[in-house]
């Protein structure tokens, strides 16, 4: 079947991220081995929990808070939310182009506190504007209540947008999510550093130029 689809993963495809920074900064604070909870391959539940909105925002301050007493929440906020760096421009302007093609969406795993961070950076210079218009819909995990690499997560999204799997690709730097929307049936694609996104894109056959 022809590509007909195309969802993108956001931290890493669309969005700057460094995974090993609030390791950096949680050490700063008297967390030295924050990168045994949390990392780009594997997480505590705890993690997981938040990213779908199945705990609240306060529970988990708390959670980091235990991990850290002599830090302030300003200090444990910042340090949280130092992942996030800035919008991968010159991919968000290229998203129009996909649309004119295909039906486009995106799938992140993310939580109530990381969200409205990285929303209010790309609205400062209409990123945010950009990527809403030239995408069907904007799915996170925190809202879904089902993350990734989890199969009928991707399922999921497909059946609220009657999307066929096989017709589907979907894009994502971290591979343990690639293969979770292969094993739904989906086209996965594995975005590594120093790889051209659309040029990733059209190796499976999808129109990436006018």
């Known amino acids: 079947m022809s590509v007909k689809n195309v969802i993108l993963d956001f931290g890493g495809v669309l969005f700057d991220i460094d995974y090993h920074a609030p390791h950096r900064e949680f050490a700063k604070l008297g967390w030295e081995n924050f990168n045994e909870d949390y990392s780009q391959a594997s997480q505590n539940e705890i993690y997981d929990l938040l990213e779908t909105g199945k705990i609240e925002v306060a529970e988990f301050w708390n959670y980091l808070s235990s991990r850290m007493p ?4 300003s200090q444990i906020a910042a340090a949280w939310n130092s992942i996030l760096l800035n919008p991968i421009s010159h991919r968000i302007a290229q998203l129009p182009l996909l649309k004119k093609n295909y039906r486009t969406f995106l799938l992140s795993n993310t939580n109530a506190i990381h969200a409205p961070a990285f929303e209010e950076m790309m609205q400062q210079n209409g990123e945010w504007a950009i990527m809403e218009s030239a995408l069907e819909a904007i799915h996170y ?10 199969p009928e997560t991707f399922l999921h999204v497909c059946q609220l947008h009657a999307l066929h799997p096989s017709e589907t690709v979907f894009v994502d730097d971290s591979i343990q999510h690639v293969k979770g929307a292969q094993k739904a049936g989906l086209i996965g694609l594995h975005l590594t550093p120093g790889m051209d996104l659309f040029e990733l894109l059209a190796s499976v056959g999808v129109k990436t130029t006018l």
């Open 70 to 73: 002599t830090a302030t929440r």
């Open 141 to 150: 995990s925190q809202d879904l209540g089902k993350r990734k690499p989890h």
